[in-house]
Nanobody, 121 residues
């Protein structure tokens, strides 16, 4: 059974940094595209970043967030710098085994349970 487990969330002050991790188990994801999404309270889940052979970012996080992967560890990371209160959300990682990656949530077959990120002002 495929599992994606996020970690690294927490409470941080505005301007601070966090690194989220997403560990995959149950199969290898070396050819998969991995995505990060987030859902703020009372809002819909939205795209944050994706990685396959390339990277893609939402405009709201460009220049502040960096997505990377370690195939040997079957883990993808989201380094978040210069955090803002509006970055507060539950962050989810997802896997697209077709490998294309996308900002569309429907492209991803597997999802983690999410990790809370709270940025105080």
């Amino acid at each position: 059974q495929v599992q994606l487990v996020e970690s690294g969330g927490g409470l941080v002050q505005a301007g601070g940094s966090l690194r989220l991790s997403c560990a995959a188990s149950g199969r290898t994801f070396s050819s998969a595209a991995m995505g990060w999404f987030r859902q703020a309270p009372g809002k819909e889940r939205t795209f944050v970043a994706a990685i396959n052979w390339n990277t893609d970012y939402a405009d709201s996080v460009k220049g502040r967030f960096t997505v990377s992967g370690d195939n040997a560890k079957n883990t993808v990371y989201l380094q978040m710098n210069s955090l803002k209160p509006e970055d507060t959300a539950v962050y989810y990682c997802a896997a697209d085994t077709d490998g294309y990656g996308s900002s569309r949530q429907t492209a991803y077959e597997y999802w983690g349970q999410g990790t809370q990120v709270t940025v105080s002002s």
